[in-house]
């Protein structure tokens, strides 16, 4: 038997080993890379995104048509494919109160997202109703100090009379608030005073004692004066997008993240990237084949996309826009990051005063920028 002896030096092997070294070295540097970027956008917002799926499953089973399959037949047998931009019925019902611009809201230093979502939600689908002449005047701002408050206690399944003060909520839950409840309280309110109770302005503190016992029962029933008449689960892309195209927005509730990068490309577009547990709401759709058309500048890339909504003001992002009149703050999504986001079951449409139906919102063009 010979004795073991070196074995003779490889240069492939050892190149080999090197690259791998370098390979790892980058992929923990890229890591790193996205977890300092998360870090940098959390400083200027929260999540709040708590997802409970079996109170979900409760909600759903109280409804007689809990998708948007089964309550929007209509809706989506009469989608065309129309670039539709939601926050420009927004900002006419903003100037028009306010007399200024619609903007992004801003959540600050607390998990209070989902309401945030939902709020803004319900009041640009107001302002579309607003538009089409559904309701007789535009709408004030939406509070989303009970919004919060309801979801976290009386409307989550199963109902909660003492939430405690840690932060967060969950889609459905705020679902079945704005939709109100079957013992007469859940609904909205609005950026008004009541009473002894301001709600004029955004408040953490209240949205945190709200959050934990709940909303004052006087208030709860007049809420209920104000109702989404219906909401329902979106389960596809063609849903998603026939429900923004007949003006019902969709606050979408997920872990899919958006912290790749904080510049927008030429588009509009931020990339996925990193988990954001978190509620924003989906405003607009527009479409790779009507790229330039109906008046619009064309894409620099055509993608088919979705405009989100976030909570955290105006400046937490930047870079371009498409349209040029697109929101301060907000991001349009690619389907495949859409889908991504509705496959994890909480992201609902909000009907309007009659339920949901077709509508051709560029009846009149009032769709058209100003």
Known sequence: MQPNSPRPYDPLSWRAIAGGILVACCAWLATRALWHAERAI?????????????????????????????????????????DTYLYRAADKAHRAVYGKSFGPWNQGAAGT????????GAYIGQSIEWQTGEQERPPLLVATEPIYGGSRTAARMPPVRLAGYSDGSYGAAAA?????????????????KYGNVDLSTYSIPLSREWGNSGVPDALAVLANDHTARAVAL??????????????????????????????????????????????????????????GANGEPAMKH???????????????CGGGKHPVDQPDGSFWITRQDSEAIIRQ??????????????????????????
């Not at 089973?61 to 929007?72: N, S, V």
């Not at 079945?176 to 950026?191: A, D, P, Q, T």
């Not at 849903?239 to 195209?245: D, H, P, Q, R």
């Not at 055509?302 to 937490?316: E, F, H, K, Q």
């Open 176 to 192: 079945r608030w704005v939709s109100g409840l079957k013992n007469g309280r859940g609904g909205i309110l609005y950026r008004e």
């Open 113 to 120: 997202c989902v309401s945030f979502g939902w709020g803004m």
């Open 234 to 291: 979106i389960e596809t892309w063609e849903g998603l997008c026939a429900s923004l195209e007949s003006g019902y927005p969709v606050p979408i509730c997920s872990n899919v993240g958006f912290a790749a990068t904080t510049t927008r490309d030429a588009d509009g577009f931020l990339p996925r990237g990193g988990q954001w547990n978190h509620c924003m709401v989906a405003v607009s759709v527009k479409y790779a084949k009507n790229s």
């Open 42 to 82: 959390i400083a200027d917002g929260q999540f709040g995104y708590v997802p409970d799926p079996a109170g979900t499953q409760q909600f759903l089973a109280q409804l007689e048509k809990p998708t948007f399959r089964q309550a929007a037949a209509e809706v989506i047998a009469g989608a065309r494919q129309k």
């Open 345 to 370: 079951g909480d992201s609902f449409s909000i009907g309007g005063a009659t339920g949901f139906q077709y509508r051709d919102l560029h009846n009149g063009n009032w769709m058209m920028a100003l």
């Open 302 to 316: 055509p993608r088919d996309g979705v405009l989100i909504m976030n909570s955290w003001g105006a400046t937490w």
